[in-house]
């Protein structure tokens, strides 16, 4: 059975920092491409950020842009969501998501999800 267990969530001040990890099991991890998305209370799921399967392209939210980066270790079948200068509106609940083959924005498209994680980012 395919798993998706993501870590590394929790309270931070405004203007740090929390590394997301995304650990995947019972998958051909570097066939996926690799999303990551978050959802804040009363909100839309929101795409965060993508990374294709080799890991050489990535696609960022706009808003995150040069905060966040995104990558993947295919030996460890592990993906990470690096998270710098941290925001109150960056609070949310985060999830990886796996897609088979190529990258995409829409949270629709993916075929596997984990739990999410607790993102709380305090003025």
């Known amino acids: 059975q395919v798993q998706l267990v993501e870590s590394g969530g929790g309270l931070v001040q405004a203007g740090g920092s929390l590394r997301l990890s995304c650990a995947a099991s019972a998958l051909a991890f570097s066939d996926y491409s690799m999303g990551w998305f978050r959802q804040a209370p009363g909100k839309d799921r929101e795409f965060v950020a993508t990374?294709?399967?080799?890991?050489?392209?990535?696609y960022y939210k706009d808003s995150v842009k040069g905060r966040f980066t995104i990558s993947r270790d295919n030996a460890k079948s592990t993906g990470y969501l690096q998270m710098d200068n941290l925001e109150p509106e960056d609070t949310a609940v985060y999830y990886c998501?796996?897609?088979?083959?190529?990258?995409?924005?829409?949270?629709?498209?993916?075929?596997?999800w984990g739990q999410g994680t607790q993102v709380t980012v305090s003025s």
């Open positions: 990374i294709s399967r080799s890991g050489v392209i990535t």
């Open positions: 998501a796996a897609r088979l083959r190529s990258t995409s924005y829409e949270y629709t498209a993916y075929d596997y």
